[in-house]
């Protein structure tokens, strides 16, 4: 279980507080107008910020001022989430071992992650070589050998268009369920949310809202989310 | 606050910091703690500095000036071997200035063919000693880099602003009025500032075209202090004024917007549509032509010159030679080090940064005085000629490495930053794995810089050196000085091939994909 506890941060005169629980396993969308703090909860989650306040808790464990690595998290950012001048192998086995010094099982784990996103023989290319929803593949490979408890995606495909992008959501979803892990997925897109959310979190003006149940938020959606949405 | 992880140790950085603090302001304190008291310097020495702003304010304003019709030239004509030339404009700021002494010698020396051509339509040739030699040099080396200061303004010009004047029906007088000066408005105190900093500071141009009442900079001053009288405490004294001089003019360029060189908007020429005139053409075409020449000309006559004596060379000059490489290796290595250093801690204490740009004020002269003073108290500094050569060079180099290689690493943090903290990439593994890589080509450019700087030097070698341990380039004067002109043409030719391979080995070798 993932717990905010009278989590707060400011940053000029931008506050964000937090303060509720997540239920281990659940698949989170964050959703919320630009500038809402939406990568800001996320960038604390993964210790790229420490709040002025509050901690957050992880199975009852506080975080603290733990440093990113030391965290049970596995990132997917938005933009450079694969490094430019290793091949899609280096990026995946980087999860295991950030040396690269790597086993002969653990270079075998990279081939098997690889070739369960559906990129068997394309080990040695780099991201340069590879398409968008490719790269996306990588990335989540690396995700599945890092074997995470809690997955981080800020808007990670929001470069792909709306065919690639649901394929590489359902992608993330699989790989969540094969771990078993937490989700949180930062995204735009109503119809993402749709597609893989148990949970909201909504997000406006800093406040992030306690998870609801993705269904009943359709059904009785707070004012800021039909401003949002635009109907 | 923002909370960050520091995924490197800072020390190395702090170190070098106060490396490169005690060269630039320690060797400042000793010389202030040497010096004599004003009342001893000598009418010749008043003449020196006022030479020294003089001759720098007459360069680089021609300088300046001559760079806006070449800049416009190379701004709005594309042609055949426009990118070569462009690459050639940076060449100047690796030349050893002694080649480039030597080429313009035989350009526009007594024998050069300009004089015989002068004289042959019945004029007075130029002298290339004295005033006029010093500011020809000048413009040499700088009129290329004020060329491609402006050039960038020029690029800098957002395209819509051509395709507006060209619907509004523009003259070349509205043109200019409304778009171009402007912008040189902007650019030209700084590139001229700049130009004037070096121009105080070019110690070998000084040594070789100038020299007597008339035409002494204070740092030939500085050495003739140290070398004929052997006066420290004069020396010392000259320095500090040398000191103020850097000082103030470097004080004026922070004051103005200095572009940075770089090759971003070089390569495409501005699309223009007021340029098919005939008399627009004819002006571009003089323009480039005559920067052409007077840029290659001097080049192209060490290499004919040269090509006759390079077989020809006493045994000295090759020993010189290997001096040389040695001391431009080490030179690069040290100047790798510290920069990396400074800029992997500047990512946490800005500051950093500046304390390793203070270089570019300093004199490799007054740093060569202090550390002599320094040295002189506790061994023979002549045998640590090539070390402290080695030292100053990359010290003098850092401003230019800085601004290779920091904004690169502030990009690679900021584009990999956070993946690498998330991954768990720290320390060696981080620079191993991170930063190394993304770094290469900027650091095989600045050690091919530091390396090809260091191989050409002739200021701090010139106090430190015995007779029988020169370098080559000190090796080259020397042989001037004996009028043994094809030996010296001969080696120059050798030292420029040796700075130019240096320089592109290294380059050649970032670029390489890992």
């Known amino acids: ?231 | 606050m923002a909370h960050r992880v520091f995924a490197i140790r800072l020390w190395p950085g702090l170190i070098a910091a106060a490396l490169v603090a005690a060269l630039s302001l320690g060797t400042l304190g000793v010389v202030a703690l040497r010096a004599e008291s004003f009342s001893t310097l000598s009418k010749f020495d008043w003449m020196a500095v006022r030479f020294t702003v003089v001759q720098a304010l007459i360069s680089a304003g021609l300088s300046v000036i001559l760079a806006v019709p070449v800049a416009r030239g190379l701004a709005r004509r594309d042609f055949y071997g426009r990118r070569l030339l462009i690459t050639l404009l940076g060449a100047p700021f690796i030349l050893p200035t002694i080649v480039a002494i030597l080429g313009l010698t035989a350009v526009f020396g007594k024998t050069g063919f300009v004089s015989i051509a002068l004289n042959w339509a019945g004029l007075e040739p130029i002298s290339i000693y004295g005033f006029h030699g010093v500011i020809l040099a000048h413009v040499f080396f700088n009129l290329p880099l004020a060329t491609r200061l402006l050039l960038q303004g020029w690029g800098a010009i957002p395209s819509e602003r051509f395709r507006l004047a060209a619907s509004l029906n523009f003259s070349p007088r509205d043109m200019f009025r409304h778009i171009e000066g402007p912008m040189l408005k902007e650019i030209m105190p700084g590139a001229f500032a700049v130009i004037f900093l070096i121009c105080t500071t070019s110690f070998a141009v000084a040594l070789t075209f100038g020299g007597g009442p008339k035409a002494t900079t204070v740092e030939l001053a500085i050495y003739e202090a140290f070398r004929y009288d052997f006066n420290l405490g004069k020396a010392s004294l000259l320095a500090l004024i040398q000191v103020v001089i850097c000082a103030v003019a470097a004080f004026v360029s922070l004051k103005f917007r200095v572009p940075q060189v770089g090759g971003a908007g070089l390569d495409r020429p501005v699309q223009r549509f007021d340029v098919h005139k005939l008399s627009a053409r004819g002006v571009d075409l003089f323009w480039i032509m005559m920067v052409s020449l007077f840029l290659l000309l001097p080049l192209l006559a060490i290499v004919l010159r040269g090509a006759y004596g390079v077989f020809d060379l006493p045994i000295s000059v090759w020993s010189a030679a290997l001096r040389s490489l040695v001391t431009a290796l080490g030179s690069a290595a040290l100047a790798i080090i510290l920069s990396l250093s400074l800029s992997l801690s500047a990512l946490r204490w800005r500051w950093l940064e500046g304390i390793g740009m203070t270089a570019i004020a300093a004199s490799p002269l007054v740093m060569g005085t202090g550390l002599y003073i320094v040295l002189f108290a506790v061994a023979d500094p002549a045998d640590w000629a090539l070390f402290i050569t080695a030292l100053v060079n990359a010290v003098m180099s850092l401003p230019f490495i800085l601004r290779a290689i920091g904004p690169a690493l502030a990009t690679t943090e900021r584009t990999y930053g956070r993946l690498s903290d998330s991954l768990g990439l720290m320390g060696w593994t981080r620079v191993r794995l991170v930063l190394w890589p993304r770094l290469r080509g900027p650091v095989g450019f600045s050690a091919g810089l530091a390396a090809a700087l260091s191989m050409g030097d002739l200021g701090v070698i010139a106090l430190f050196a015995r007779p029988d341990s020169a370098t080559l380039p000190l090796q080259i004067y020397r042989l001037m000085g004996s009028y043994r002109m094809d030996q010296a043409m001969g080696a120059s030719l050798l030292l420029l091939g040796l700075s130019l391979a240096l320089f592109y080995i290294f380059d050649l070798w970032g670029r390489r994909r890992a």
């Open chain 1, 1 to 231: 279980m993932l717990e905010f506890r009278n989590l707060r941060l400011t940053q000029g005169d931008f506050t964000l507080t937090a303060d509720f629980q997540v239920p281990k396993g659940a698949r989170v969308a964050v959703i919320g107008p630009s500038g809402a703090g939406k990568s800001t909860l996320l960038s604390l989650i993964g210790g790229f910020e420490a709040p002025d306040d509050g901690d957050i808790l992880w199975r009852g464990k506080p975080f603290g001022l733990s440093a990113p690595f030391e965290r049970p998290i596995s990132h997917l950012f938005q933009d450079n989430t694969l490094f430019a001048h290793m091949t899609a192998a280096q990026n995946v086995g980087l999860g295991l071992r950030p040396s690269l010094r790597l086993s002969k099982s653990e270079q075998s784990a990279v081939s098997e992650a690889l070739r369960a996103v559906g990129l068997e023989g394309l080990e040695t290319r780099r991201p340069g070589a590879l398409s968008g929803g490719q790269q996306s593949r990588v990335a989540l490979a690396r995700v599945l050998v890092q074997q995470k408890p809690l997955i981080l995606l800020d808007e990670p495909f929001s470069a792909l268009g709306p065919a690639m992008r649901h394929e590489m959501i359902d992608l993330a979803k699989e790989v969540s369920e094969r771990l078993g892990a937490t989700m949180l997925m930062v995204t735009h897109d109503v119809s993402d949310v749709d597609r893989f959310a148990d949970l909201v979190i909504w997000v406006e003006g800093g406040t992030c809202q306690p998870p609801r149940p993705w269904a009943e938020m359709k059904a009785d959606p707070p004012q800021g989310l039909l401003d949002y949405i635009g109907t």
